[in-house]
């Protein structure tokens, strides 16, 4: 469709004497397409590949100067052909687009082109020559890219907002380019200045299907390092910067980098280990905004089942263990699927179900996962930041696959679990931070393929 419009915004060139029969057809073809969106009569694909060259033909003519192209986003569409699996066609298009357009293109001045993955190694540049790739840790440029603190700190203070530099500072910085720390996004800046008003103005601009897909379908890991970044930690993981796509379902940690480029994420800190002096980056969420952007779409991951998981929320916190059957049952039935989760892995589901809790019991408890109290690890412990206890009660969940070697029933299943809060100690975190042992309640988990038990 851009191609299209570009064609109708340079409409006044069919005016010309220039233009041969061959072009003034190719103007309207895409001219008519564009003010028909709905139309189902196909452009060839090689009336396509070759339009960008030919306008810049006929605006070379016209003006009697060469084109300076510019192409913002270029990988955008990648994205979503990588997603709904048209990869193949669409690369073999757009290498066909992009050699027409950049590589034997007499008519270009020279072209610019912004996108967040790797332009130095993505198959569809190989025909491309004399590239200069700037990245977000080169320092070409590098107080180009968004506003600077002393920008953004000033424009607040031109317009007496100065008070509210530190809650500008939470939500909209913390990007890096090259060496220059704490640049803003601008399109986030310039929408607080005008409204005056706090909001996740850049998450509710982008797309987040390619991110929010693979982190839903990854490893326990994957979701264990998300748990820890939701709760503003650090985490520390070693991966090629220099993302393409085709690495995407070999390599799970490219998801780090994916999420790096994209801005999600920001590295505090590189260190260069071993004799190789391999990179290991040390990451935080980028801002307030990024944390907001997430937490939406941990919880949109449950939106279909709201009322069962708002039901199983409320019977966890009043202890009716019939009501968290049922509900966790109707959960699982639904989403089981959606997390990728084979017959005897329910990591993935419930380790993007503790995501969720994070998400979205954020206020009323600090959630916990895999971590060692006593003498092991527990799965998920949920300490409550409100002092009422009988209200919010402390809360202790193990998660067992039934072996069914040595369990005759999802019921021994969950026994095994509960045996395993208690022998190894695991309300002695919850001790230690002066709660009772009758305002903590254990609950163990049994799966066998869609089914669970909780007791």
Not at 383 to 392: D, F, H, N, S, V
Request: proline fraction near 2%.
């Amino acid at each position: 469709m851009a191609i299209n419009e570009a064609y109708s915004e340079h409409r006044y060139l069919l005016e010309s004497n220039e233009l041969t029969d061959g072009e003034r057809k190719c103007f309207e073809e895409l001219d008519y397409y564009a003010k028909n969106p709905g139309i189902k009569k196909q452009v060839a694909n090689d009336t396509i590949c070759n339009a960008v060259k030919n306008l810049a033909n006929c605006l070379n003519r016209y003006y009697k100067k060469k084109v300076i192209i510019l192409l913002d986003e270029y990988d955008t569409p990648m994205q979503e052909d990588y997603l709904y699996g048209y990869w193949k066609e669409f690369t073999a298009f757009i290498r066909s687009l992009f050699n027409a357009t950049f590589k034997t293109n007499p008519y270009l001045e020279r072209a610019m082109m912004t996108g967040i993955t790797s332009v130095s190694k993505e198959s569809v540049f190989s025909d491309l020559n004399n590239l200069n790739v700037v990245t977000t840790s080169s320092t070409e440029y590098e107080n180009s890219f968004g506003f600077t603190e002393e920008e953004v700190f000033q424009a607040l203070e031109d317009l007496k907002m100065g008070e509210q530099k530190e809650l500008v500072k939470s939500w909209y910085d913390g990007f890096v380019f090259g060496n220059t720390h704490d640049i803003y996004n601008p399109w986030s800046i310039t929408n607080f200045l005008d409204k005056k008003q706090v909001r996740p103005y850049w998450a509710d601009t982008s797309s987040n299907s390619m991110i929010d897909e693979l982190i839903r379908k990854a490893s326990t890991d994957i979701k264990e390092k998300m748990e820890e970044l939701l709760q503003g930690k650090e985490i520390v993981v070693n991966f090629d910067e220099q993302i393409v796509f085709e690495q995407l379902d070999q390599d799970e940690n490219a998801i780090w980098s994916l999420m790096l480029v994209s801005g999600y994420l920001k590295a505090e800190q590189i260190e260069y280990r071993g004799v190789l002096l391999e990179p290991w980056y040390h990451l935080r969420i980028t801002n307030l905004e990024t944390t907001a952007m997430f937490t939406t779409m941990f919880k949109g991951w449950f939106a279909k089942n709201q009322s069962n998981y708002n039901q199983f929320m409320k019977a966890l916190l009043s202890d009716d263990i019939d009501a968290m059957n049922y509900y966790m049952n109707q959960i699982i039935m639904t989403t089981f699927s959606y997390f990728d989760v084979g017959q005897n892995e329910p990591e993935r589901f419930y380790h993007g179900f503790v995501l969720g809790l994070i998400a979205d019991q954020t206020d009323i408890y600090e959630i916990r996962s895999n971590r060692e109290s006593g003498f092991g690890r527990y799965d998920v412990m949920m300490i409550p930041k409100i002092k009422e206890t009988k209200k919010y009660p402390a809360i202790i969940m193990e998660f067992k696959v039934r072996n069914i070697k040595r369990e005759e029933s999802l019921e021994d299943t969950v026994q095994t679990a509960l045996t395993q809060i208690k022998e190894k100690c695991y309300d002695a975190e919850l001790y230690d931070r002066g709660l009772k042992k009758e305002e903590i309640h254990h609950y163990g988990f049994a799966f066998e393929g869609k089914k669970v038990l909780i007791g």
